[in-house]
């Protein structure tokens, strides 16, 4: 599977963004799926994943529980990152990753993920 992230934009903080990620293939669903961010000068760091086949499960990183919302829609090979009240903070390239595993778990660590797509930009202007 290839990923494609993309709905990065400029907000005001408080504001709200929706990113997407697209992935091709027909073994979409199989694929724990994770979000991630990297702000300049720092890691890569978790923000958010949800579990393969029917995403019953989902993590957060502290920093952005009760804010976003990760979920997935395989019909359509898409999972979103709903994002509320955002906070300058939450500025960076954020990345969408995939784990082929099948296992119906949560991961949490970059080196977890098997296929990674290419970032979107997020800037929360305070």
């Known amino acids: 599977v290839q990923l494609q992230a993309f709905g990065g934009g400029l907000v005001q903080a408080g504001g709200s963004l929706r990113l997407s990620c697209a992935a091709s293939g027909r073994t979409f669903s199989r694929y724990g799926m994770g979000w991630f961010r990297q702000a300049p000068g720092k890691e890569r760091e978790f923000v958010a994943a949800?579990?393969?086949?029917?995403?019953?499960?989902?993590s957060y990183a502290d920093s952005v529980k009760g804010r976003f919302t990760i979920s997935r829609d395989n019909a359509k090979n898409l999972v979103y990152l709903q994002m509320s009240s955002l906070k300058p903070e939450d500025t960076g390239v954020y990345y969408c990753?995939?784990?082929?595993?099948?296992?119906?778990?949560?991961?949490?660590?970059?080196?977890?993920?098997?296929?990674w797509g290419q970032g979107t930009q997020v800037t929360v202007s305070s």
């Open positions: 990753a995939g784990n082929r595993d099948s296992l119906s778990r949560i991961y949490a660590e970059v080196a977890e993920y098997d296929v």
């Open positions: 949800i579990s393969s086949w029917s995403g019953a499960s989902t």
